[in-house]
């Protein structure tokens, strides 16, 4: 069962554009939403996180949107960069010290940059 | 840098066989998590150890196991290695109070 759903697959920006990935997910109890960034060769590299609590959180030029009753949420990259050129990761989970805090990706999208 | 180590970096391995990798956390992290990411898809979820014992396990056989030791680094085994085993071994260190995990390098298994 996939329990998160990231969209689109791959994306293409050009520089200065804004980059909008989306996920949705199904299990009402997660608590935690982060996004990651990944290079190839590299492990994840945590880039900003949210709370179901919180509607938007911004850190510099990334900001996620979160919408709870739609069960739905979304990293924007604000003047994208060739540098952002990466695969991007949405996950949750249920937090807290009886879950583990086990995380759930999305499946990936792969942004492209274009100079 | 998350401060987070694994090795070996690549590894080859033929069907059949048993491998270990190794994983240490990041200096304050006393939870390990271990993932598996097959080529083009989102990790996937193993299990994790906390205080040196299993705690929460992914769709994973049994062949898969593994160990965490007093100074919480930890190891992955697999037994009796399929072909689908190919994939890149992420290991991700945290506390218990906090939800953020930190990930590794990871180490690229490849079965023949």
């Known amino acids: 069962q996939q329990q998160v759903k990231q969209s689109p697959q791959s994306l293409i920006v050009q520089k200065g554009g804004i980059s909008i990935i989306n996920c949705a997910y199904e299990?009402?109890?997660?608590?935690?939403f982060p996004w990651y960034q990944q290079f190839p060769g590299k492990g994840p590299a945590l880039l900003i996180a949210?709370?179901?609590?919180?509607s938007e959180k911004k850190e510099g030029r990334f900001t996620i949107s979160f919408n709870k009753s739609a069960k739905q949420f979304s990293l924007h990259i604000m003047d994208s960069q060739p540098g952002d050129s990466a695969t991007y990761f949405c996950a949750a989970s249920l937090g807290g010290e009886t879950s583990g805090s086990r995380l759930t990706f999305g499946e990936g999208t792969q942004l492209t940059v274009n100079p | 840098e998350t401060g987070v180590t694994q090795s070996p970096t690549h590894l080859i391995k033929t069907r059949g066989q048993q491998v270990t990798l190794r994983c240490s956390s990041q200096s304050g992290h006393n939870t390990v998590s271990w993932y598996q990411q097959a080529l083009g898809q989102g990790p996937q979820f193993i299990f994790q150890y906390y205080r040196e014992e299993e705690n929460g396990r992914g769709n994973f056989p049994p062949r898969f196991s593994g160990l965490q030791f007093p100074n919480y680094s930890s190891e992955l085994n697999v037994n009796a290695l399929e072909l689908d085993d190919s994939a890149l071994y992420l290991c991700?260190?945290?506390?218990?109070?906090?939800?953020?995990?930190?990930f590794g390098p990871g180490t690229r298994l490849t079965v023949l």
């Open positions: 991700a260190s945290s506390t218990q109070t906090q939800d953020t995990q930190y």
């Open positions: 949210i709370r179901p609590d919180v």
């Open positions: 299990n009402t109890a997660f608590d935690y």
